[in-house]
Every structure is written in structure tokens, then in C-alpha cells.
């Protein structure tokens, strides 16, 4: 049986970028924070240079599937605190619109009052006039929660299209009743 392919690709520390393992626990350090892991699976991780490598220390299915797992969560922690992430996502609908406030969203969607959504620590927000919100943070995991968080204060409706939905993200429009007779 042979290694996870994603796995046994070594990590490349950047400049700038220290990563210490202490017992279970993966430290990144970066110009744009820090981030922490536990390494999960029976795996041994090696630091030499600026390339971190994660090896099996058994052959069972499950550390196979933990050590593809576990690079690629400390890779997305190395490209967090180096490039950081980012997420958009584009609300549509006549008069639909939002604001950023200090660390919160302010969206207006349609219902009797703004929906007040608070950013987690670590996630920066903005929303243009044109209705793009664009999050950013060091965080993969925080933010594409966030995202999923805020799609679902009013997801794209399946008439009009109206709501939030992810920038890109195609939405089936239905047919409505009058389109039906025949």
C-alpha cells in the first residue's frame, strides 16, 4: 500500500514563517499571525531547513487518510499566516444591501429589521456598494464557516435568484406558475 500522494509532498516553510511542534501540537507562526493545530493520526512530523515533511508511523487506513489530512491543514496554516484566505460572497435582490460596522456585518436582506452578523475574532469583512462581501483571514477553517454562516441568513431564493449567495455560485432559477399552463 503505498502513502497518502498529498501526504508525502513536503511542506516549504517561507521566509519569514517558523513552525514548532510541541508533543501533539503544530504551531505556525507568519507576518500575519499565528495559528495552532493538533496533529491528529499516529504520524511523525519532521522539520529540516524549510521543509516540513509528515510520515506514517503505521500502515492503517485511518493514518493514511490523517496524514494527507494533516498536510494539507498545515499547509492552508502556512499559506494563512503568509497570504491569508479569502471569501465572497454577493448579495442580490432590489434594495438587498450591507455594511460593514467596526467588526460586524450589518446586512439588510429583505426581512423587518438588518440582520447584525458579528465577525469572529481573526476575520475581517468588507461589503461594496455593489453588494460584494469580501472576508478575509488567516483562518481556512473560521472563515469558510463564517461564509456558510453568512449565506445562510437568506439564501438565494429558487424564483428570483434573490439573496446570499457565494461570488461564482451559479443558482437555478425555477419557472414560475404562469409558465406551467400549457
Given at each position: 500500500?503505498?502513502?497518502s500522494r498529498?501526504?508525502?509532498?513536503?511542506?516549504?516553510?517561507?521566509?519569514g514563517v517558523?513552525i514548532?511542534?510541541d508533543?501533539?501540537?503544530?504551531?505556525?507562526?507568519g507576518?500575519?499571525?499565528?495559528?495552532?493545530?493538533?496533529?491528529?493520526?499516529n504520524?511523525?512530523?519532521?522539520?529540516?531547513?524549510?521543509?516540513?515533511?509528515?510520515?506514517?508511523?503505521?500502515?492503517q487506513r485511518?493514518?493514511?487518510?490523517f496524514?494527507?489530512?494533516?498536510?494539507a491543514?498545515?499547509?492552508?496554516?502556512?499559506?494563512?499566516?503568509t497570504?491569508?484566505?479569502?471569501?465572497k460572497l454577493?448579495?442580490?435582490?432590489?434594495?438587498?444591501?450591507?455594511?460593514a460596522?467596526?467588526?460586524?456585518?450589518v446586512?439588510?436582506?429583505?426581512?423587518s429589521?438588518?440582520?447584525?452578523?458579528?465577525?469572529?475574532?481573526?476575520?475581517?469583512?468588507?461589503?461594496t456598494?455593489?453588494?460584494?462581501?469580501?472576508?478575509?483571514g488567516?483562518?481556512?477553517?473560521i472563515?469558510?464557516?463564517?461564509a456558510a454562516?453568512?449565506?445562510?441568513?437568506?439564501?438565494?431564493?429558487?424564483?428570483?435568484?434573490k439573496?446570499?449567495?457565494y461570488?461564482g455560485?451559479?443558482v437555478?432559477?425555477?419557472?414560475?406558475?404562469?409558465?406551467?399552463?400549457g
Amino acid at each position: 500500500m503505498s502513502m497518502s500522494r498529498i501526504g508525502k509532498l513536503p511542506i516549504i516553510i517561507p521566509k519569514g514563517v517558523t513552525i514548532t511542534v510541541d508533543g501533539e501540537t503544530i504551531t505556525v507562526k507568519g507576518p500575519k499571525g499565528e495559528l495552532q493545530k493538533r496533529c491528529v493520526g499516529n504520524l511523525d512530523v519532521k522539520i529540516e531547513g524549510d521543509t516540513m515533511l509528515f510520515t506514517p508511523r503505521d500502515e492503517q487506513r485511518q493514518t493514511k487518510a490523517f496524514h494527507g489530512l494533516m498536510r494539507a491543514l498545515t499547509n492552508n496554516m502556512v499559506i494563512g499566516v503568509t497570504t491569508g484566505f479569502s471569501r465572497k460572497l454577493r448579495i442580490v435582490g432590489v434594495g438587498y444591501r450591507g455594511e460593514a460596522k467596526g467588526s460586524s456585518l450589518v446586512l439588510s436582506v429583505g426581512y423587518s429589521h438588518p440582520v447584525d452578523f458579528p465577525l469572529p475574532q481573526g476575520i475581517a469583512g468588507t461589503v461594496t456598494k455593489e453588494g460584494l462581501i469580501e472576508l478575509t483571514g488567516i483562518d481556512k477553517e473560521i472563515l469558510g464557516d463564517v461564509a456558510a454562516r453568512i449565506r445562510k441568513i437568506r439564501k438565494p431564493d429558487s424564483y428570483k435568484g434573490k439573496g446570499i449567495r457565494y461570488d461564482g455560485e451559479v443558482v437555478r432559477i425555477k419557472p414560475g406558475k404562469s409558465a406551467s399552463k400549457g
